[in-house]
């Protein structure tokens, strides 16, 4: 137990410089609905009331500050709320979006009950049993998300009785809201808490539990008993997390050695504290750009109007949606758009990723292909956008041009001498001695 308490001193003096850093930071205040479960009377509405509320925030709970400003007047005064927040987590940029903006972050409000947790690594937190005159105060819980997918955060607040003062108590909050990785990349997706050192809750323990859904599949990643120093068996070998950072500075991020495509879902952080749960949810997105190929590779030579078979196949690539087209660059350097073949069905290979193919019947007198030139296949992905190029050589086109008659001239002229040279140098030297034998006869 003495390990955890110089630990949680050395927590403590990180988070009172970070407590004097953050004072200086503005974060005045911020618009969130307040909600919560209206009074059943059949005890089995769920109905919940939204109403309008704002906070305001200060990192420094003697700053009085704020008392003298008046709420904006569609706000009822019994939601406006004076949070103070030491390790301003309230405070970061994504949840401040500049003046004007049309996109504002999302927040809520609701009324939190503080419960003894049943999971299997958070229930020692409780076991001791806390002091129960902390617990009887108002307490709330907030959950916020960021522009853009940069930040998504969650606070646990305390006020004493109808006061209308939380303390932020315990927080979680991500910077990898929304993110994605390509196949075999390290992945990791960020949390990291904060827990009030004045609060009687600070060094009573942590859990921290990492979830995983996709499609109403779930399972459990990660389960770390922070006061056992016990990490619960969980079968995801390629999981893990940095323990010295987590207890030093409440990181628990968590680190996926190798990307794959069974890993894209939504990821649940959650922190536990003695009868208090916090926890934000990532997306992680795992995004392949196909590999193109093209068959037959070279293209055989064609004479107008012969048609060709050119195939794209596009492996390797997730998520499914994927574009292929076609394009044509002339000798002239004009690019012509060939459209996008005929697709096939996609297919799923064993690691998750997709192939899929593009056939192209190539009519050179058809199309207007002239002599020639590349024919592209182009694939877009969300990944990036791919390329791959083949050469098309057309012989003898039709309707040649003067210099094309020229040049045949020439060539046949060329090949007329050829021959003539070739029959003189052989005649006289002939290896078939029997030809000349058989003249002779005759
Ligand atoms: C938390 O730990 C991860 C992995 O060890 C690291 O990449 C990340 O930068 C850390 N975050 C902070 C805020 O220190």
């Given at each position: 137990m003495t390990q955890y308490w110089t630990i949680y001193k050395i927590l403590a003096i990180t988070l009172a410089s970070a407590f004097i850093r953050a004072s200086h930071n503005s974060c005045p205040v911020m618009e969130c609905w307040f909600v919560q479960e209206k009074?059943?009377?059949?005890?089995f509405s769920a109905a919940v009331s939204q109403e309008k509320s704002l906070m305001y925030i200060r990192t420094d709970p003697d700053d009085r500050s704020f008392m003298q400003l008046h709420p904006p007047?569609?706000?009822?005064?019994?939601?406006?709320y004076y949070v103070t927040d030491p390790a301003a987590s309230f405070c970061h940029a994504p949840l401040h979006p500049p003046e004007g903006s049309v996109t504002k972050p999302q927040c809520e409000i609701n009324p939190f009950v503080p419960h003894p947790s049943t999971v299997r690594w958070a229930t020692s937190l409780t076991e001791s049993g806390q002091s129960p005159i902390h617990l009887q105060a108002d307490w709330f819980s907030v959950a916020a998300q960021g522009l853009d997918g940069k930040l998504v955060f969650s606070a646990i607040m305390r006020a004493p009785s109808g006061s209308k003062e939380p303390h932020v108590i315990l927080s979680v909050s991500s910077r990898t809201a929304s993110v994605h990785f390509r196949l075999g990349e390290r992945v990791m997706l960020d949390c990291g808490f904060w827990v009030d050192p004045s609060s009687p809750l600070s060094g009573a323990g942590f859990s921290v539990e990492w979830r995983y859904q996709f499609r109403g599949d779930g399972r459990l990643v990660l389960a770390y008993d922070g006061k056992n120093d016990r990490l619960a068996d969980t079968g995801e070998p390629d999981a893990a997390l940095d323990f010295n950072a987590l207890h030093e500075t409440g990181n628990a991020s968590l680190i996926l050695e190798e990307a794959q495509v069974r890993h894209s879902g939504t990821y649940i952080c959650s922190v536990y504290l003695p009868n208090l749960l916090a926890q934000v949810a990532l997306d992680l997105e795992i995004v392949e750009p196909p590999s193109l190929s093209i068959f037959p590779s070279p293209l055989p030579l064609i004479v107008p109007g012969q048609v060709v078979s050119v195939q794209c196949e596009a492996s390797g690539f997730f998520p499914l949606s994927l574009e292929l087209a076609w394009e044509f660059v002339g000798a002239d350097g004009q690019l012509l758009s060939l459209g996008q073949g005929s697709l096939s069905g996609h297919k799923q290979a064993s690691d998750g990723t997709y192939s899929q193919s593009s056939r192209l019947e190539l009519d050179s007198t058809k199309l207007g292909l002239g002599r020639g030139g590349e024919v592209i296949c182009v694939g877009n992905h969300m990944g990036g956008t791919r390329k791959v190029k083949v050469t098309l050589n057309v012989i003898g086109v039709s309707a040649p041009s003067i210099e094309d008659s020229m040049m045949m001239v020439v060539v046949a002229l060329g090949l007329y001498g050829l021959i003539k040279v070739f029959s003189r140098t052989v005649s006289?030297?002939?290896?078939?001695n029997g030809d000349t034998k058989d003249k002779k006869g005759n």
């Open positions: 009074p059943g009377r059949g005890g007047a569609d706000i009822d005064q019994s939601r406006v006289p030297t002939g290896t078939s």
